[in-house]
């Protein structure tokens, strides 16, 4: 019996939270709405023109809109949240006018169609000509880096080429910087009581013999 009250309990504390959240999430919505208020704004229509943002001069002239056609400041100077919610607007050039919320969330950062920014589009366009300036910069220097390795690398492979071959009783460090055999790819060394014993293995599939750092067998 007591767990079927608290199930009851629960189910109608659950119904009764379903029942207020679209009040909770309507005054939330209408607190973050309002807070525009006092903040500029600029809109940019698009090039085309075919998707410009309305200006509506009084709500009951709302079917009759004044399109802005070029990117223009506003500031929004009131909000009336009650029915569509409507911002009142105040423009550089002393023009007043209205705009329901709805209208203004639609346009607001929206991508491909007229926007409603915070921020000047010619400041956003200033920063993103430069991000790609800098982009390009960058790409052009790591290309430029790379030829210039290339080049390196070239170049100390004619040299090395350029190097005599290797004879027996070289040093292993005449080998590495006197010879155009140069460095190995791997070495095998191993120690007994005649002293250290190397082998140096090549890409080429020859190999150098080295004992207590003298060249003693040469195999190709």
Do not use: C
């Amino acid at each position: 019996m007591r767990r079927l009250v608290w199930l009851l309990l629960f189910v109608m504390a659950s119904a009764m939270a379903v029942e207020s959240a679209p009040e909770l999430r309507s005054a939330v919505e209408q607190g973050a709405q309002g807070s525009r208020v006092g903040k500029f704004f600029w809109i940019r229509p698009t090039r085309d023109g075919k998707s410009e943002v309305p200006i509506y001069e009084t709500v009951e002239g709302s079917y009759d809109a004044v399109y802005v056609t070029r990117v223009t400041r506003f500031k929004v100077v009131g909000y009336d949240p009650a029915g569509a919610g409507w911002y009142q607007l105040k423009f550089d050039d002393g023009k007043s006018g209205i705009i329901p919320w709805r209208v203004f969330e639609d346009f607001f950062g929206y991508w491909g169609y007229a926007q409603i920014l915070e921020e000047d589009p010619a400041a956003i366009q200033a920063r993103e000509d430069a991000e790609k300036r800098a982009e390009q910069l960058a790409t052009q220097r790591a290309a430029k880096r790379e030829r210039d390795a290339e080049r390196r690398r070239i170049t100390a492979a004619k040299q090395q080429a350029a190097k005599p071959g290797v004879r027996i009783g070289m040093t292993s460090q005449q080998v590495l910087e006197d010879t155009h055999w140069g460095k190995p790819q791997y070495v095998n060394k191993t120690q007994n009581a005649y002293g250290i014993t190397e082998q140096w293995v090549y890409r080429t599939g020859n190999y150098l013999y080295f004992r207590n750092g003298v060249l003693e067998t040469i195999q190709y």
